[in-house]
């Protein structure tokens, strides 16, 4: 940078990225200070030397921010584990252990499947090739091979790894979202009284208002008796 260059002549580069030749370094350097700007040494190993015109202060600003940026984005890749019994397997249970890969490897990270041989399968290894063929061939649109099937002990595994540019799934709405989305129920009307009676009906329902007297219970006279 700047009188460090060692080189006599330089391919220069000014701040706007126009290409004005080979010059001689002191010819740059003037030039760069006429603009109150650096002189960076950008390719040192090119035959001359190529040098550009800039603020080296802004630069290593701009660089700081652009790692800080690409180290927020990278996601440490995590190694899962998902475990095959058998190679036997139902097919309805290898469907949901593909559905559950096809998840792990969206997330972005790696699945290393393990796959147990019991018994008298330890005799047949072709069943777990073929089964980890098949889970690999369904899976090529997200996700390739980065360890091959091999057999460790009772035990066959293989290593996929998330294919470049695979996105992850889209997130479920939350269910506070969902119940906001729906129409409200409109609530049921009050029920209405009943009219008031009016006519001879009035007239009935008024007289029945009427407070009939109490009526005297009979007592035996014991005067009577004998």
Do not use: W
């Amino acid at each position: 940078m700047n009188e460090r260059i060692r080189a006599r002549e330089v391919r220069l580069i000014d701040e706007n990225g126009q290409q004005l030749g080979v010059l001689p370094v002191r010819d740059a350097l003037r030039m760069a200070r006429e603009r109150e700007l650096d002189l960076i040494e950008v390719a040192p190993a090119a035959q001359p030397p190529v040098c550009r015109i800039m603020d080296y202060g802004k630069h290593k600003y701009q660089q700081a921010k652009r790692e800080r940026d690409a180290h927020k984005r990278s996601k440490a890749t995590e190694v899962r584990i998902l475990v095959f019994r058998n190679p036997r397997i139902d097919p309805h249970d290898l469907a949901v252990k593909m559905k559950k890969l096809r998840e792990l490897v969206r997330e972005g990270d790696k699945v290393r499947i393990n796959l147990r041989f019991r018994g008298r399968e330890l005799a047949h290894p072709e069943l777990g090739t073929q089964l980890l063929a098949r889970i690999a061939e369904e899976l090529a649109d997200v996700a390739m091979v980065e360890m091959a099937a091999r057999m460790e002990g009772r035990m066959m595994s293989m290593l996929l790894t998330p294919k470049p540019g695979v996105r992850p799934p889209a997130p479920k709405p939350a269910a506070a979202a969902a119940e906001a989305k729906r129409e409200p129920v409109a609530a049921a009307p009050p029920l209405a009284s009943p009219p008031a009676p009016q006519g001879e009906a009035a007239a009935d329902a008024k007289q029945e208002q009427i407070t009939q007297p109490p009526q005297v219970a009979d007592t035996e006279d014991s005067g009577e008796a004998g």
